[in-house]
């Protein structure tokens, strides 16, 4: 992991195993199958239902910076605990969880690369025991980071000028399907893509195990289609979370300075009227 720009925002499955015990170390899960974490998680692990813990209850949009602060204190994490997500399918919602705890201005924050997954085919154990922590009160120094996000006008304005990524599946991109296959719920009015946008999907940037390809890998996948350091880059998919996972290869591993995730993605902007689309 040392080719990393930031090797130190992921860590291994080793690790975790010799810090399970560790009270300065909190593991959480977040998976896209929210029963998954009942049937089986790392010992020691908290999980987080994305749909209920993550999003507000009214409205689309995320928990605020104090109620975030709340699911910490809750996880007994304090201002010196080392946060560790995980969850199935390469970090999707793990992936998600970072950038949104990232959003909401926490710091101390890693990825177990590889994930459950990873973890899974190592055959280290899982338990179904579910702990319980003293709530410590934590508070999240930082501020929020509008930096790292995109809203849809941003989006329209900056079409041809900058570096957008469409890390949906080809048949999204393509206008040949409005959302993958197990979740047909969440569709836009239209399908297409947003013009000009490299369609980069998110899966290329891992490995068979689950873990992050190598930054020369990276590299070669996002600047073979002119996803370079020196631009600004909006990564965009269905409602913000296959993106996250390339927001954070583009700037966690690989440094790119100027990197925003736009969460609104095709569910809002193939809802959009009179904004540009293309298809094929």
Not at 73 to 102: C, E, H, M, Q, R
Not at 164 to 182: I, Q, T, W
Not at 190 to 212: K, R
Request: hydrophobic letters at 35%.
């Amino acid at each position: 992991m040392t080719d990393y720009v930031k090797p130190d925002v992921l860590v291994d499955t080793d690790w975790v195993e010799a810090h399970l015990h560790d009270d300065a170390v909190r593991v959480i899960e977040v998976d896209e199958d929210t029963s998954a974490y009942e049937k089986g998680h790392i010992e020691g692990a908290v999980g987080w239902n994305w749909t209920s813990d993550l999003h507000a209850k009214v409205g689309r949009d995320y928990v605020s910076r104090s109620e975030l602060a709340g699911l910490l204190s809750a996880a007994g994490v304090g201002p010196d605990t080392t946060v560790v997500l995980y969850g199935g399918n390469n970090n999707w919602f793990a992936a998600y969880a970072y950038w949104i705890l990232k959003l909401r201005g926490s710091d101390n924050i890693r990825l177990l690369n590889g994930g459950r997954k990873k973890w899974e085919l190592e055959s280290r154990p899982l338990t179904q025991a579910v702990p319980t922590f003293q709530p410590t009160g934590f508070e999240i120094a930082g501020g929020d980071r509008p930096e790292i996000r995109a809203w849809r006008d941003e989006v329209i304005s900056k079409i041809g000028t900058i570096g957008l990524v469409d890390v949906r599946s080809p048949e999204e991109f393509r206008g040949e399907k409005l959302a993958p296959d197990h979740l047909p719920q969440e569709q836009s009015q239209v399908p297409g893509h947003v013009p000009g946008a490299a369609n980069i999907p998110w899966v290329l940037a891992a490995n068979d195990d689950g873990t992050f390809k190598s930054a020369d890998e990276l590299r070669e996948l996002y600047e073979g289609q002119g996803i370079t350091a020196d631009r600004e880059v909006i990564a965009y998919c269905r409602i913000g979370e296959r993106s996250s996972h390339t927001w954070f290869a583009l700037q966690e591993l690989l440094g790119y300075a100027n990197v925003k995730n736009y969460d609104g993605s095709w569910t809002e902007y193939g809802s959009l009227v009179g904004a540009p689309v293309e298809v094929g």
